[in-house]
């Protein structure tokens, strides 16, 4: 047999493969659905043992707006079963990156100085538009 019609046959069968295995996913909304059908998102999203949560927002780039998002990211967390401890991966977007700096213990105390990676981006406009900051999370569950 060729390499040529063994590579084909490889493709074809990963291909037929991969659309009979469908993935599965939890999915996790505030409005206690699984989703947000007018924006079309899922506050979180569970595959296997990872969670992947949606962006949560505050208005005030303040001691207690910070403590909002992340008392708020805190409750989807805990839906899993999971704590600031599972988090592995933080994005963070900010309309004032110097205000978040300048408050960023606030954030750290979450974390219990076990921090994972994490990239901190500043942007013009968040979707909502009083918004300033948006905190998106990659965590992990045991297996």
């Not at 019609?5 to 659905?33: D, G, M, P, R």
């Not at 969670?51 to 949560?56: D, E, H, K, N, Q």
């Not at 708020?72 to 704590?83: D, S, W």
Request: overall charge neutral.
């Amino acid at each position: 047999m060729s390499k040529l019609v063994i590579f084909t046959s490889f493709l074809l069968f990963c291909n037929t493969y991969s659309q009979e295995a469908k993935l599965q996913k939890e999915k996790w909304h505030w409005n206690n659905k699984t989703q947000d059908s007018n924006a079309g998102y899922a506050q979180a999203v569970q595959v296997d043992n990872v969670i992947y949560i949606s962006g949560v927002v505050t208005n005030n780039i303040t001691p207690e707006g910070i403590t909002s998002v992340y008392n708020n990211l805190k409750a989807v967390l805990a839906n899993y079963g999971a704590t600031f401890d599972n988090v592995v991966k933080e994005n963070l977007y900010t309309t004032d990156i110097e205000a978040m700096k300048k408050y960023n213990d606030v954030r750290k105390k979450f974390y219990n100085n076990d921090f994972p990676a994490a990239t901190w981006v500043q942007v013009q406009r968040l979707y909502m538009p009083d918004s300033k900051l948006e905190v998106e999370l990659v965590a992990h569950l045991q297996k």
